[in-house]
């Protein structure tokens, strides 16, 4: 008997073995994974000729089985509806409007981590111990009543940084309201590594992200001094700030740089938010 044959042979054997309940928290997973976004398919779950599955967010962009390639039929697996009716694990957000369901415990604890229902924990008052937390629609609240002075209300700003020359500034976090949305400003001057670093992570769902770039630019005083620009799109708000600067995949300038653009002793940059062009598009 071949090894493949003899693993199969025991991993049935140890399934004939368990309780029904441990064979199916075993197999769900592989039973309701979608061929093609492979994430838990919920009802309606639509058949093709040859019993293959599709769920309902995949279907509406297929013409024919992407398993065998038949076409797919208006008949609904009522079985396995059924099925993830009562097993698919629900986020512990959905109290609050998260409708996400997984197969198994691990999933949907993953999940959670990201969720954008989750609590937030209160980035601005980090620095001064501040011990809120709450969904990311209170944090414009909390801020505005706890921590106005970090408040950013416009999509495009000018920035000051007082005493930059003489003083290290730690992790600072303000919160920017632009396009309707929220968005975490994280900067820090780090003598260290002798390095500013800044970066804008969009507050909400991750794929969102993407949808919004910032931009930053520094002007020198001297006319023929030189001009600082960066840009990129938005970090998701599940990403470590630490992390970031520590890649360098973010606003990295030395700060020998930076004193070209310190006047009175003050660090002067603008800083925006933009929409990207393409979800422009689809807006408008």
């Not at 093609?36 to 779950?45: A, G, K, L």
């Amino acid at each position: 008997m071949a090894d493949g044959e003899m693993k199969l042979l025991l991993e049935n054997r140890r399934l004939m073995n368990g309780s029904v309940e441990d064979v199916l928290k075993q197999c769900l997973p592989d039973i309701l994974e979608c061929p093609v976004c492979f994430e838990s398919m919920e009802p309606p779950i639509s058949l093709c000729k040859n019993g293959h599955n599709i769920c309902p967010r995949c279907r509406p962009r297929l013409n024919n089985c992407p398993t065998c390639r038949q076409s797919i039929l208006l008949t609904r697996n009522v079985a396995l509806e059924k099925l993830a009716e009562r097993c698919l694990e629900k986020c512990q957000n959905c109290d609050v409007g998260c409708e996400v369901k997984k197969a198994s415990i691990h999933d949907i604890f993953s999940h959670m981590k990201v969720c954008a229902y989750r609590l937030y924990n209160c980035e601005p008052g980090r620095s001064v111990g501040c011990c809120w937390s709450g969904r990311r629609w209170e944090i414009l609240n909390h801020v505005g009543e706890t921590h106005k002075r970090t408040l950013i209300l416009t999509n495009n700003n000018v920035c000051k940084i007082k005493d930059f020359i003489n003083y290290d500034h730690t992790l600072t976090t303000q919160v920017i309201l632009a396009h309707g949305e929220l968005f975490w400003f994280h900067h820090e001057k780090n003598s260290f590594k002798s390095k500013f670093f800044g970066a804008v992570q969009y507050v909400g769902p991750e794929e969102n992200a993407a949808k919004y770039k910032y931009e930053v630019e520094f002007f020198s005083r001297n006319p023929i001094g030189m001009n600082i620009k960066f840009s990129r799109n938005t970090h998701t708000d599940t990403e470590i700030i630490d992390d970031v600067f520590s890649s360098e995949e973010c606003l990295c300038v030395s700060i020998l740089a930076m004193r070209q653009f310190v006047s009175e002793d003050k660090l002067r940059f603008s800083l925006k938010v933009i929409q990207n062009e393409e979800d422009c598009a689809v807006v408008n």
